[in-house]
């Protein structure tokens, strides 16, 4: 293949043109080449030089004609309220990218903190870059709002449903993940004294809003839980309250407060990892061992579960199986409205047992 004169290298952005003069061929088989089309007949020989063309000369497609062309920018933009560098972040991102680029697609990432003013001004400026469409992403799993700027684009919600139904959206089975956290419970002998702790404060059930956000999360576990502890002929003995976050400081108060009380649970259910770890806490306070007087179980299967002895059992939040399949329904060009739910696994762990001899 002869060489590009050196006098055309360097002096600009490197064209189409040269690169089929370089190559050989007409401007309209490089283009055919470069972008994978077979309605040209054009043999893998051709092809293969237009690829070393082009590589040679350091050229790229441009993006604006290649939109103007196809109708695609071929970049997609996840929007979410948390922090990018957090565990749940990493996952749900690294999922949707296994899954955008294998089409060939760039993903731009947007973390709002929450902050509405924020999120309006980055959603003008991605959609001013002509982006195929939005993978609107939540911390937690909850109702949310979506916006006017997301809904003029084709969207897929993650980790969130919309307060219509409407919207193509894709969480966690969290109804099941309730059911698989009981019947550990129940399979270990488990019937009375079982505890949830976790739950809204005084004063507020179910479905209102709490911080500002619905979380869809507790309700469904409860529900899942409550379900299946009544087919099997029993319920929970009660709910502890979680007063302000549910981290470990507030689990170990919450538990503390129940044990304080007179009560003695055989086991707790615990809404995440970090309150079940503010759990083990209180029970070592108490003079109580996980699991050979209480058993603890929990939902989000984080890294947390390793870090205490012994290892904590949780059904895992499917982060990754989340992002891939979100992406994958916002590459199809109209995602049908659909709520698609991903089953949530039971993690190994040691935290479960069957329940001590009554005193």
């Not at 590009?4 to 309209?28: H, I, K």
């Not at 507020?204 to 502890?229: D, N, S």
Request: net charge negative; glycine share 8%.
């Amino acid at each position: 293949m002869a060489r590009a004169n050196e006098g055309q290298r360097g002096t600009g952005r490197v064209t189409l043109t040269e690169v089929a003069r370089l190559a050989g061929v007409s401007r309209s088989a490089a283009s055919f080449a470069l972008n994978g089309r077979t309605d040209l007949r054009i043999s893998e020989e051709t092809s293969e030089r237009v690829r070393r063309a082009a590589e040679e000369l350091g050229y790229s497609p441009n993006a604006t004609a290649k939109t103007l062309r196809t109708g695609k920018s071929g970049t997609v933009a996840l929007v979410s309220d948390f922090i990018g560098t957090t565990s749940v972040a990493n996952a749900m991102v690294r999922g949707a990218l296994q899954t955008l680029r294998d089409a060939d697609t760039l993903l731009y990432t947007v973390d709002t903190e929450g902050d509405p003013e924020l999120e309006s001004r980055f959603l003008q400026n991605l959609r001013s870059r002509d982006i195929d469409g939005f993978l609107y992403a939540s911390m937690f799993t909850r109702t949310v709002s979506v916006p006017a700027l997301v809904r003029g684009a084709p969207f897929v919600l993650l980790n969130c449903v919309s307060e219509g139904t409407d919207a193509t959206a894709v969480v966690p089975d969290e109804f099941a993940a309730g059911e698989t956290a009981a019947t550990a419970l129940l399979s270990a002998g488990h019937r009375d004294d079982i505890w949830f702790v976790g739950a809204f404060p005084s004063g507020f059930t179910g479905g209102v809003e709490w911080h500002g956000w619905r979380p869809l999360a507790l309700t469904e576990r409860l529900e899942g839980i409550e379900a299946t502890l009544a087919t099997a002929g029993t319920s929970l003995a009660g709910s502890v309250p979680i007063e302000n976050d549910w981290d470990i400081p507030n689990g170990r108060d919450s538990v503390a407060r129940l044990l304080s009380s007179g009560a003695t649970p055989s086991a707790l259910i615990c809404v995440n990892d970090a309150v079940a770890v503010g759990a083990y806490h209180a029970l070592q306070q108490a003079g109580l061992r996980v699991p050979d007087d209480v058993s603890v179980i929990a939902f989000d299967g984080s890294p947390l579960t390793a870090a205490v002895v012994p290892t904590l059992t949780s059904v895992a939040l499917p982060h990754e199986e989340l992002g891939r399949l979100a992406a994958q329904l916002l590459l199809n060009d109209v995602p049908t409205p659909a709520l698609h739910r991903v089953p949530m696994s039971l993690s190994g762990g040691a935290s479960v047992a069957a329940p001590a001899p009554k005193r």
